[in-house]
Each structure stands twice: as structure tokens, then as C-alpha cells.
């Protein structure tokens, strides 16, 4: 599959904009009534002790090499991610005031029925 030039070159997929916004709306329910865990290196740690039920990756990261490794570790561990366009609405969601590069949903608390249709609909878009 060839990537798209105008995204980062860590993006491996198109993500479609609904997809996009459930995935906003699960991690701001989760930050609610689960747990989540907010930036590189608490996502990183989350998906490497394979805790990660869904994981967020913004594309307007810079440099881009911050999240570069964040795909590939998840495709190894078999965490679920999305990419999402904005970092700012990623902490939007956490409940920052500042952007978060990405994020992941340890526990999916009241959110685990919006998880579940985002990972069943992730597996008609990654090939």
C-alpha cells in the first residue's frame, strides 16, 4: 500500500474521519470511567506491558520521529491504534490544556462497547 505524501511517514493507513471522532469520543469516556495514559512515553510503556486496548497517534507530531516507533511496536504487541490528525484534540480529550503526541486506553471503562466498533471497523481499513 503507498503511503500518502502529504501525511507523516509513519502513517501506514488512512483512518476515515468517523472513526476518527469515535476514537476522540472513547478516550474522553475512558479518561471518565476508565484509565488511560497520556503522552510517548506512558503509551509506549502501556503497550509494551500489553495493557493498550486502543491507542492514539497524532499525525501533526513534530518531529515526527516522537511517535515513529509507536506503529510498529503496536503492530508487534497486537495493540490496536488509530491515527488521529490533531494532538491538540488528543489532550482535548484527556482533559489537557496542551496537545498530546499520543495516548492510549488502558481500561475502557464506559467506552468499551465505542472501543470494540472501532477495532472491529480497524480491521476492514489495515490490511
Known amino acids: ?3 500518502d505524501p502529504s501525511k ?3 502513517v501506514k493507513f488512512e483512518v476515515p474521519k468517523e ?3 469515535a476514537a476522540y469520543e472513547a478516550l474522553k469516556v475512558a479518561r471518565e470511567t476508565g484509565k488511560i495514559r497520556k503522552g ?4 509506549t510503556k502501556t503497550i509494551e506491558r500489553g495493557k493498550a486496548k486502543l491507542v ?3 499525525e501533526n507530531v513534530s518531529p515526527p520521529e516522537v511517535v515513529a516507533h509507536l506503529p510498529l511496536l503496536c503492530d508487534e504487541r497486537k495493540a490496536p491504534y488509530v491515527y488521529v490528525p490533531e494532538k491538540q484534540r488528543i489532550g482535548e480529550a484527556l ?3 496542551v496537545g498530546s503526541a499520543a495516548a492510549a486506553i488502558e481500561e475502557t471503562g464506559d467506552s468499551e462497547k465505542l ?4 477495532i472491529e471497523k480497524l480491521k476492514g481499513i489495515v490490511k
Open 115 to 118: 472501543v470494540a466498533e472501532i
Open 1 to 3: 500500500m503507498s503511503a
Open 19 to 21: 472513526v476518527v471522532e
Open 8 to 10: 507523516p511517514f509513519y
Open 56 to 58: 492514539l497517534i497524532a
Open 95 to 97: 482533559g489537557l490544556t
Open 40 to 43: 510517548t512515553n506512558e503509551t
